[in-house]
Nanobody, 119 residues
Framework: QVQVAESGGGLVQAGGSLRLSCTAS????????TDWYRQPPGKQREWVAGMPGSGVTSVTGRFTVSRDKTKNAVNMEIDSLKPEDTGVYYCNVRGWRNIRGTIIPFDIWGQGTQVTVSS
């Protein structure tokens, strides 16, 4: 079984930066694609940035997604934080496991990490 967990959220001032991590645990798995989403208070979840499994770094505006293979983690740095960046940030990981020669795809979400940006 593969699990993912987000970390790195907190309270920051506008204009600052923050690095969130999405760390996967389990065995015999490979990433296919990782996406970051956020859910602002009272709003629907929205896509923020993503990276394919073969990627190392991907930049989408103020959001830089990078892979740390040594830790099975995909990090996201957010620069020039704004109050409207406030919300719960989730990672969604798609990939597959190789179980005794059988390829089993997975599509899993973490529990989220809260980011609050004060003005």
């Amino acid at each position: 079984q593969v699990q993912v967990a987000e970390s790195g959220g907190g309270l920051v001032q506008a204009g600052g930066s923050l690095r969130l991590s999405c760390t996967a645990s389990g065995s015999s798995f490979s990433f296919d694609h990782t996406d970051w989403y956020r859910q602002p208070p009272g709003k629907q979840r929205e896509w923020v940035a993503g990276m394919p499994g073969s990627g190392v770094t991907s930049v989408t505006g103020r959001f830089t997604v990078s892979r740390d293979k040594t830790k099975n983690a995909v990090n996201m740095e957010i620069d020039s934080l704004k109050p409207e960046d406030t919300g719960v940030y989730y990672c969604n990981v798609r990939g597959w496991r190789n179980i005794r020669g059988t390829i089993i795809p997975f599509d899993i979400w973490g529990q989220g990490t809260q980011v609050t940006v004060s003005s």
